[in-house]
Each structure stands twice: as structure tokens, then as C-alpha cells.
């Protein structure tokens, strides 16, 4: 590890830990790990000038819903500094954060779950969502005004503006909400399903993998590979605006990025074909994930969990 000395600068950066393979709490280390941890502790090594601590925070603390989307307190008054892993969004996000560069390419793409009923989905990848009742993710990527910048991977076309929107508090009540009835469809990751399974050696106490069990027999996505509402990939840094953060850790970033080690994280989480290249990855590293596929590219039927568009 690169030694701390009186010339180091040292950030508090928050995380939760309901967010794999980005940011979790191991259950034999009992440690805060994930892509973001490792991606932090990364520059610790490597550069002398910053040190980055982690620490764990709600992602309510860093990011809210509340009023359409502002701060959360712990970084609206200076507790944290950044919180990590955070989606660099279109729209609300700007007015009031600043982020450092991506330590992943455009790699977020959103999409709609539905109910399924005898294996069909209730909504399907051709809906326009007049009159639909729309469920999206309290504090989370891809915010409540992202599907005003997303297009229809069916039709190609915007969706209607004529929706009822909601907010669930977490990933879990937002999908209960649409397998219960109360909304038609959710605006989400297009991966989250796959991120929510049960996995060995994570700490699933802060979501209900057994709920996501159900992907591709309960509910499945009829849109994916939408990145009309991300300016950038996830980012290492989401900060104050104003407050400096991501310039300071942007060049340390940058060196990070074209090391060997950057390239080992990555194959670590299973992210490379997410992650910028360098010198160090191959041509096996880019193999297109079905989340990120756009819906007319999927074929076949649900059961897999990512409906195509007929």
C-alpha cells in the first residue's frame, strides 16, 4: 500500500451493501467488498497522494427520492464525502451531485419487469404505457425521471408520458408492488434480477433473494439494454456539487485504470466486458451480457427472464 504521510489527502467514502457484485458485506471476512471496495483499495495502493476509507452508509444517506431526488443528509452535510458505485444519470442527479469518472464504461442499462401470468408477461415489450401504473426504485439508478430519456427496444419509439409513476422504498417492496398488482410494471437495473439471486459467502439480509427467485417463472424483464438515461458508467466517486472530490480522485483513478490489477477486479466480479480496456484484457473479455442486449435481440420465450419483444 502506497504509504499515508502529511501530504495525503483522505476521503470517507460510504457504501451500502445490497448492491452485488458492487457493493456487499462478505459473510467469511465480514468485510465491505464488492467491485467499489476493491476498485478503492486499489488506489490506496497505488497512490500515495489520497487515501480512500470505506465505510458503510444507507444509500438514503448518500442519495434520496425524497422531492424527486436530492442529497442524502450524510453527504449534504459533510459526514461522507462520496458515496461509491453510483450511476452518472441524465436529469435530476446533476443539480445537486458531482462525479469522478466511471470505473465502468456504459455498462448500466435499465429495463421494465412485468408480471408473469402462465409464463406471459402482463405488459409487454411493445407497450407504450398509456395508462400504466409504473414503479420505480426509491434512491436508485435509473431515476424516477429516467424513462423520459429511454426508448422502447421494441418499437423504437419513446414511451407515452401518460403513466402513473410510483416510488417503491427498496428493490424488494418495488417488486413485491408489481407481482401483487399494484403497478403494471417496474423501471429498474436490467440486471438486478440476476444480482438478487442467492449467492454463497454475500450478506442477502438486506434483500429477499428468495423473492427473486421467481425471475423468469413470477416476473421477467420485457425491456432491456436501455442507456438512454446514463451520462456514464458507474462511478467510483458520487459527491457534493462543489465540493472538489472528484477532481482529486480522478487522476489516481485514471492510473488505476491501465494496471494489470484493474484488470484482475474486474475479471474477479465478472465485469470485463463492462469495463474500460486496457493492455491487459483480451478479446474473451467482451462477451456482451443478455441484460445488456437490447429486447429485439432476445428470442425465444421468458423463462430464462428476459422476454422478447413478440
Same mark, same amino acid.
Given at each position: 500500500?502506497?504509504?499515508?504521510?502529511?501530504?495525503?489527502?483522505?476521503?470517507?467514502f460510504?457504501?451500502?451493501?445490497?448492491?452485488p457484485?458492487?457493493?456487499?458485506?462478505?459473510?467469511?471476512?465480514?468485510?465491505?467488498?464488492?467491485?467499489g471496495?476493491?476498485?478503492?483499495?486499489?488506489?490506496?495502493?497505488?497512490?500515495?497522494?489520497?487515501?480512500?476509507?470505506?465505510?458503510?452508509?444507507?444509500?438514503?444517506?448518500? %442519495?434520496?427520492?425524497?422531492?424527486?431526488?436530492?442529497?442524502?443528509?450524510?453527504?449534504?452535510?459533510?459526514?461522507?464525502?462520496?458515496?461509491?458505485?453510483?450511476?452518472?444519470?441524465?436529469?435530476?442527479?446533476?443539480?445537486?451531485?458531482?462525479?469522478?469518472?466511471?470505473?465502468?464504461?456504459?455498462?448500466?442499462?435499465?429495463?421494465?419487469?412485468?408480471?408473469?401470468?402462465?409464463?406471459?408477461?402482463?405488459?409487454?415489450?411493445?407497450?407504450?404505457?398509456?395508462?400504466?401504473?409504473?414503479?420505480?426504485?426509491?434512491? %436508485?439508478?435509473?431515476?424516477?425521471?429516467?424513462?423520459?430519456? =429511454?426508448?422502447?427496444?421494441?418499437?423504437g419509439?419513446?414511451?407515452?408520458?401518460?403513466?402513473?409513476?410510483?416510488?417503491?422504498?427498496?428493490?424488494?417492496?418495488?417488486?413485491r408492488?408489481?407481482?401483487?398488482?399494484?403497478?403494471?410494471?417496474?423501471?429498474?437495473?436490467?440486471?438486478?434480477?440476476?444480482?438478487?439471486?442467492?449467492?454463497?459467502g454475500?450478506?442477502?439480509t438486506? %434483500?429477499?433473494?428468495?423473492?427473486?427467485?421467481?425471475?423468469?417463472?413470477?416476473?421477467?424483464?420485457?425491456?432491456?439494454?436501455?442507456?438512454?438515461?446514463?451520462?456514464?458508467?458507474?462511478?467510483l466517486?458520487?459527491?457534493?456539487?462543489?465540493?472538489? =472530490?472528484?477532481?482529486?480522485?480522478?487522476?489516481?483513478?485514471?492510473?488505476?485504470?491501465?494496471?494489470?490489477?484493474?484488470?484482475?477486479?474486474?475479471?474477479?466480479?465478472?465485469?470485463?466486458?463492462?469495463?474500460?480496456?486496457?493492455?491487459?484484457?483480451?478479446?474473451?473479455?467482451?462477451?456482451?451480457?443478455?441484460?445488456?442486449?437490447?429486447?429485439?435481440?432476445?428470442?425465444?420465450?421468458?423463462?430464462?427472464?428476459?422476454?422478447p419483444?413478440?
Amino acid at each position: 500500500m502506497a504509504p499515508v504521510s502529511a501530504v495525503t489527502e483522505t476521503f470517507k467514502f460510504g457504501m451500502d451493501i445490497n448492491y452485488p457484485p458492487y457493493a456487499f458485506k462478505n459473510t467469511t471476512t465480514n468485510e465491505l467488498s464488492g467491485f467499489g471496495p476493491d476498485i478503492a483499495r486499489g488506489m490506496n495502493a497505488l497512490c500515495a497522494d489520497i487515501h480512500i476509507d470505506i465505510v458503510q452508509a444507507l444509500w438514503s444517506e448518500c %442519495w434520496s427520492s425524497a422531492g424527486g431526488g436530492t442529497l442524502g443528509a450524510k453527504l449534504d452535510d459533510g459526514t461522507l464525502d462520496a458515496c461509491m458505485t453510483y450511476t452518472h444519470t441524465q436529469g435530476i442527479r446533476n443539480t445537486y451531485a458531482e462525479f469522478s469518472g466511471g470505473i465502468l464504461d456504459v455498462n448500466k442499462a435499465a429495463g421494465l419487469i412485468s408480471r408473469l401470468e402462465n409464463g406471459l408477461p402482463l405488459v409487454t415489450g411493445q407497450d407504450t404505457l398509456l395508462g400504466k401504473t409504473v414503479v420505480d426504485v426509491g434512491g %436508485w439508478a435509473p431515476t424516477a425521471d429516467g424513462l423520459g430519456f =429511454v426508448e422502447n427496444k421494441c418499437t423504437g419509439r419513446s414511451y407515452s408520458s401518460e403513466y402513473t409513476l410510483l416510488v417503491g422504498k427498496d428493490n424488494d417492496e418495488s417488486l413485491r408492488m408489481v407481482l401483487n398488482g399494484t403497478a403494471d410494471a417496474m423501471f429498474v437495473y436490467s440486471d438486478q434480477a440476476k444480482n438478487y439471486h442467492c449467492k454463497a459467502g454475500v450478506d442477502q439480509t438486506e %434483500w429477499d433473494c428468495n423473492l427473486w427467485a421467481g425471475f423468469g417463472t413470477t416476473f421477467a424483464y420485457v425491456q432491456t439494454g436501455q442507456f438512454g438515461y446514463v451520462m456514464n458508467g458507474t462511478t467510483l466517486a458520487l459527491a457534493k456539487k462543489g465540493s472538489g =472530490v472528484a477532481n482529486k480522485v480522478n487522476p489516481c483513478l485514471w492510473k488505476f485504470l491501465e494496471t494489470k490489477e484493474y484488470h484482475d477486479v474486474c475479471k474477479k466480479h465478472g465485469l470485463t466486458a463492462q469495463c474500460y480496456p486496457n493492455q491487459y484484457f483480451t478479446a474473451q473479455d467482451y462477451a456482451t451480457k443478455e441484460y445488456n442486449l437490447p429486447t429485439e435481440e432476445h428470442t425465444g420465450d421468458c423463462l430464462n427472464g428476459y422476454c422478447p419483444c413478440v
